[in-house]
């Protein structure tokens, strides 16, 4: 039962501002095209989530706001998925529900009108 696991089973929950998250996840698309499909790494600690993607042409380190309840978390994503999820999205804020670092995110609202799952990928 999907419905459960993303509601009852996630230790961290994340709300954030969607354009603000789609623009910084397409800027990471630039350090990303190098052919080895570099991830996008996201640490998410009290009040900011971070994104930072390093490459030989450079990198990317941006800190946006966010509500979070739960734990602190560090994963990481192919950067076309997740903008991809976040362009099919009409809201303004997006809430994400995060397992673990291996386990996938998930991306709903509240009435349950649109579920996304992306994969992780991993960090080590």
Known sequence: NVDKMITSEYKTKVVIDKKRLANSIDRSLFFSKEGNKKPIVVDIKEGVLNIQIKSSTGGLNEDIEIEKEGNDLTIGFNPKFVLD???A?????VTLYFINSISPVYIKDEKETYIYMILPINLS
């Open 89 to 93: 999205i009409d809201d303004d804020e």
């Open 85 to 87: 999820a976040l362009k």
